[in-house]
Antibody, heavy 122, light 111 residues
Framework: QLQLVQSGPEVKKPGTSVTVSCKASGPTFISSAIQWVRQARGQRPEWIGWIVVRSADTKYAQKFDDRVTVTRDMSTRTVYMQLNSLSFEDTAVYYC???????????????WGQGTLVTVSA | QSVLTQPPSVSGAPGQRITISCTGTTSNIGAYYDVHWYQQVPGTTPKLLIYENNKRPSGIPDRFSGSKSGTSASLVITGLQAEDEADYYCQSYDHTLSAVVFGGGTNLTVL
């Protein structure tokens, strides 16, 4: 079992960056991959990328590849997602999600954080 | 436009059976990548409903079932209940895009 607790809502201006954190508890953290998914209001979920916790290997969706960075801190069991060059279209709820099947692309998204609303507003 | 295609909406009366389709291509579902299904009640976090095409996580009633054939997958809900009103999303992996992909979602209305 994994529990994921995310940081609070953010309001950002266009062109700036946001960092969302995701703190994990539970014995399977080290053997999981943490994925980031966002969902704009009324839209389907959209995959951003993942990090394999044990190795710190990352993979990003091509759409975000040049402006997203996902990292992890093993000492605090926390994963971070930084998204740069924000635009209005980045307004969405951002979720961290854990899966334990490898490779991560094949894994169901078992455990979801509560979501973090990121609002980009001038 | 989603890589995985779902009907935008389905409806059914309490007690009835409904099917939600998820149509992909030979780059995703047809390439032997598993399909997973999620239920999202408006205002809440998505919940894993079916994984690896036809398996139910602990706590999911057996009224929910899934299947996959060729480039498509289906979610079936039998004995429809009012609490089943939600959005349903299919998810798989696409090796051409090298990305996790979601369907566009299907809104289920219980009449």
């Amino acid at each position: 079992q994994l529990q994921l607790v995310q940081s609070g809502p953010e309001v950002k201006k266009p062109g700036t960056s946001v960092t969302v954190s995701c703190k994990a508890s539970g014995p399977t953290f080290i053997s999981s991959a943490i994925q980031w998914v966002r969902q704009a209001r009324g839209q389907r979920p959209e995959w951003i990328g993942w990090i394999v916790v044990r190795s710190a290997d990352t993979k990003y969706a091509q759409k975000f590849d040049d402006r997203v960075t996902v990292t992890r801190d093993m000492s605090t069991r926390t994963v971070y997602m930084q998204l740069n060059s924000l635009s209005f279209e980045d307004t969405a709820v951002y979720y961290c999600v854990a899966g334990t099947v490898f490779p991560p692309g094949r894994s169901p998204l078992d455990y979801w954080g509560q979501g973090t609303l990121v609002t980009v507003s001038a | 436009q989603s890589v995985l295609t779902q009907p935008p909406s389905v409806s059914g009366a309490p007690g009835q059976r409904i099917t939600i389709s998820c149509t992909g291509t030979t780059s995703n579902i047809g390439a032997y990548y598993d399909v997973h299904w999620y239920q999202q009640v408006p205002g809440t976090t998505p919940k894993l409903l079916i994984y690896e095409n036809n398996k139910r996580p602990s706590g999911i009633p057996d009224r929910f079932s899934g299947s996959k054939s060729g480039t498509s997958a289906s979610l079936v809900i039998t004995g429809l209940q009012a609490e089943d009103e939600a959005d349903y999303y299919c998810q798989s992996y696409d090796h051409t895009l090298s990305a996790v992909v979601f369907g566009g979602g299907t809104n289920l209305t219980v009449l």
